[in-house]
């Protein structure tokens, strides 16, 4: 029986740390692909600071609101035990019995909902309270851009990356701009997809960020290649290490004062250097047939 084509693949673009490119390079990969396969997405799953949406001429047409549930206390009903406060990790509870007084920080609370279930006397209740928003756009006649953003003051982007993922999953092919580092929103934008494409620079800052975040995708079991940018510039420290450890270079993009002009213009990249789209449809090719998946 003949193996069905592979169409669909989820691919990360990450880096230890922001500046080095990630979103240059989501961008120019959606854009060298986005006419040449069925449903491809972009998703700006950098939801502290998105900045996709920028780079196109794209128009909202859904949003998604990301709310969670937090304590509302009822002073009236409240005895002042302490036991809410007790059992919120995140000290998000302040409460001075002395004068009977007790607040709740929305900006700490994680809603986990441990306070409410302490509370003997009734006097903690739930409402939803918003997180930050899902954005879909119609760009060139598709709905093919999402964004993910969380409001200024919340204390993590991760339940917004988490429907953000929920609600882009149903697309065959998503590339999607990871928020940089290696922390929790990192590992939640990472954690479902089936690759992830480590952009870093050939400096020493470059590889130490770098080996971090393999650290991070090694221990998730995850499966990664490296796009080493600005490729000409500092010294070889990172083909190396790259080599000794058998880890997949999968392009390298040299360094161009063009480049960061033409970028720095609101321009994307491989729109005006077919090479690097080419080389871009190349890689993506490689990587749909090795790492994708067959789908209706
Ligand atoms: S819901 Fe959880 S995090 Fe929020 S105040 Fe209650 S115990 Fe603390
Ligand atoms: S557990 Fe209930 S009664 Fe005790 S301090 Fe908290 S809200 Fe008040």
């Known amino acids: ?49 998105p900045n996709d949406l920028l780079f196109f001429d794209a128009e909202e047409i859904s949003s998604t609101d990301v709310t969670q549930k937090i304590p509302v206390i009822d002073v009236n009903k409240c005895k002042f035990c302490g036991k809410c406060r007790d059992w919120c990790n995140y000290n998000a509870i302040f409460l001075l019995a002395s ?123 995850k499966k990664y290649g490296v796009v080493v940018n600005k490729a000409g510039l500092g010294n070889r420290a990172i083909y190396d290490y790259l080599s000794s450890e058998g880890i997949e270079l999968l392009l390298e993009i040299p360094f161009d004062k063009d480049i960061a002009r033409k970028y720095s213009e609101g321009k994307i990249i491989s729109d005006f250097k077919p090479e690097l789209a080419k080389d871009l449809e190349k890689m993506f090719d490689y990587l749909l047939n090795k790492y994708g998946n067959s789908s209706n």
């Open 99 to 221: 004068t009977k007084f007790i607040k709740l920080t929305e900006e700490l609370c994680h809603g986990c909902g441990a306070c409410s279930v302490a509370c003997e006397f009734g006097a903690i209740t739930e409402k939803d309270a918003s997180l930050g928003s899902v954005k879909n756009f119609i760009c060139d006649g598709k709905k093919n851009l999402y964004e993910a953003m969380m409001h200024q003051g919340v204390m993590t982007p991760v339940n917004v990356i988490k429907v953000a993922h929920k609600i882009t999953n149903k697309h065959k092919i998503r590339i999607i701009d990871s928020p940089p580092g290696t922390s929790c929103p990192f590992i939640h934008a990472v954690a479902e997809v089936d690759y992830i494409i480590l952009i870093t620079e050939p400096t020493p800052f470059g590889l130490s960020d770098l080996k971090q975040s393999i650290s991070t995708l090694e221990s998730m079991n």
């Open 1 to 49: 029986m003949q193996e069905n084509k592979k169409n669909s693949i989820s691919i990360a673009v990450a880096s230890g740390k922001g500046g080095t490119g990630k979103t240059m390079l989501s961008l120019s990969l959606f854009n060298s692909i986005k006419n040449k396969y069925d449903d491809v997405v972009l998703l700006d799953a950098d939801a502290e600071e």
